[in-house]
């Protein structure tokens, strides 16, 4: 298997809209809980399309949405020490710029696009913490229509409330599985 289209399907796997939304909270009171955390991740999300939509890979926008002492699990890694484990802003910053450069370089130069079918995706927010977790997948394709990428994965992102009332994201936990064609 092609280890940059891993690289792309991860990178995009964070900007799955969500189709369903939980609160273990009752009343307008959990509601307006879910609509805020629907809200941040719906932020997320824009800043990885953003991302993935700029040749300069600047990864540092999305970076912000991340805490300091944050933790990615990655299905796959740059190197041979993380195993796809990265801790902290910096070196998950780093990970979403090489990703996004080797969509480009995979890319050719040749403009692409994705799109997203969810299965299932869901919200939930327990006192400071909001949930952001289900199914999905999606096609990466050469603006051409030729299918690139494939992908079916599961994601649970977690986000908590910072000293300011912000939510960051704490855990990033990816899992996918990926059809390259010709692979």
């Not at 932020?43 to 600047?58: F, R």
């Not at 299905?75 to 990703?99: H, M, R, T, V």
């Not at 969509?103 to 927010?125: E, K, L, M, R």
Request: aromatic fraction near 10%; charged fraction near 20%; proline fraction near 3%.
């Amino acid at each position: 298997m092609n280890v940059i289209a891993r690289l792309l399907v991860l990178a995009l796997a964070v900007a799955t809209p969500a189709v369903a939304s939980s609160s273990n909270t009752r009343g307008n009171k959990g509601r307006d809980k879910i609509a805020e955390a629907k809200a941040f991740f719906e932020q997320v999300e824009t800043a990885v399309e953003g991302l993935m939509n700029d040749p300069s890979c600047d990864s540092s926008k999305l970076a912000g949405f991340f805490a300091d002492d944050a933790v990615l699990l990655a299905p796959i890694s740059f190197d041979n020490d993380s195993d796809g484990i990265l801790e902290g802003k910096e070196a998950i910053q780093a990970y979403y710029k090489g990703a996004c450069e080797a969509a480009y370089i995979v890319a050719g130069g040749v403009p692409f696009v994705f799109s997203v079918d969810q299965h299932a995706a869901w919200y939930d927010v327990v006192g400071n913490t909001a949930i952001h977790y289900g199914a999905s997948n999606f096609d990466v394709t050469y603006s051409g229509g030729t299918d690139f990428v494939t992908e079916l994965g599961h994601f649970t992102v977690i986000a908590q409330k910072d000293r300011h009332g912000n939510y960051k994201i704490t855990s990033d936990n990816q899992s996918t599985m990926v059809d390259v064609p010709g692979n």
